[in-house]
């Protein structure tokens, strides 16, 4: 079975600096991974996703992730944090070719402070 | 496309009262999924459907709680009878399949049970 540990439950940074949010997952299959992000009063979107392939995927809003097999972690990342970024992240693990839902992690809030 | 609509947004009701929610997924998606998200316990996958038919149930909290697909456009979620712990945010996602798939998330109905 899936599972997911986001590291944080609250980050807190300034605008500009670099925005790194923690996801670690277990998975008895190569898995996919996602990160979803929720803006206030709004349902999840996606942000980006990895399948196979490269391991640095490359999202909306300038958003990135990186698959580390060796450490079985997803970390999402941006280098530079706009006010509009605050909001809450989950990342998200799912099994390969993908006979079980969605597993989430308990999300992170980031804030980002002017 | 619309996007997956939901409907109410907000419910306040009164303990010992039935819900209904309903959920309109994305023309053409093959997979249903209503979750619950509360600050305790974050966000939760009640039940899912493929097809219209329900695969895995075993998240619903307890006999109180139902759901339906009754066709591949319409799906609804009943509390009955509702109490004050049923208060939360209840989403419904569709997706075309699992694995890769992308969910979309509606916009979520905020159920606050007095």
């Known amino acids: 079975a899936q599972s997911v540990t986001q590291l944080g439950s609250h980050v807190s940074v300034s605008e500009g600096a670099l925005v790194l949010l923690r996801c670690n997952y277990s998975?008895?299959?190569?898995?996919?991974l996602f990160w979803y992000v929720q803006y206030p009063n709004q349902g999840l979107q996606l942000l980006l996703k990895y399948t196979t392939g490269a391991t640095l995927v490359k999202g909306i809003n300038g958003f990135e992730a990186e698959f580390k097999k060796s450490e079985t972690s997803f970390h999402l990342t941006k280098p530079s944090a706009h006010m509009s970024d605050a909001a809450e992240y989950f990342c998200a693990v799912s099994d390969s070719p993908g006979n079980t839902p969605l597993v989430f992690g308990k999300g992170t809030r980031l804030s980002v402070i002017a | 496309d619309a996007g997956v609509i939901q409907s109410p947004r907000h419910e306040v009701t009164e303990m010992g009262q039935e819900v209904t929610l309903r959920c309109k997924p994305i023309s053409g998606h093959d997979y249903l999924f209503w979750y619950r998200q509360t600050m305790m316990r974050g966000l939760e996958l009640l039940i899912y459907?493929?097809?219209?038919?329900?695969?895995?149930d075993s998240g619903m909290p307890e006999d109180r709680f139902s759901a339906k697909m009754p066709n591949a456009s319409f799906s609804t979620l009943k509390i009955q009878p509702s109490e004050p712990r049923d208060s939360a945010v209840y989403f419904c996602a569709s997706s075309l399949g699992q694995g890769l798939d992308t969910q979309y998330f509606g916009p979520g109905t905020r159920l606050t049970v007095l």
């Open positions: 998975s008895s299959v190569p898995p996919y």
């Open positions: 459907f493929n097809n219209n038919v329900p695969i895995d």
